[in-house]
């Protein structure tokens, strides 16, 4: 039988929904050409991924978590970027 750290699983949740956002955020800065955003976000995706990944390999199990917060964070990164049409990308500075 496989056992669940409730205290691990949320943490990997947290950590893969964090890690997505920062990738969106590390993705805008690229789109955008902003060199030392982009270089930060990337250490900082770097990061947060680490934790996730030395987390679930003890488990797979905790892949399953993993995923769940990578769509959380993505779609909550999204609906943070979501600017109407025209309009310029978040971390875009001023021309």
């Excluded at 679930?56 to 600017?83: D, Q």
């Amino acid at each position: 039988m496989v056992s669940i750290d409730p205290l691990t699983a949320t943490a990997v949740v947290i950590a893969t929904a964090a890690t997505d956002a920062v990738y969106v955020m590390f993705t805008a800065a690229v789109v955008a050409r902003r060199r030392v955003p982009a270089a930060s976000w990337s250490s900082i995706w770097y990061l947060l991924s680490s934790y996730a990944v030395i987390s679930y390999t003890e488990n797979w199990v905790y892949v399953a978590f993993a995923a769940a917060g990578s769509w959380i964070g993505a779609f909550a990164s999204i609906s943070f970027l979501h600017r109407p049409p025209g309009g310029p990308p978040v971390g875009a500075g001023p021309e």
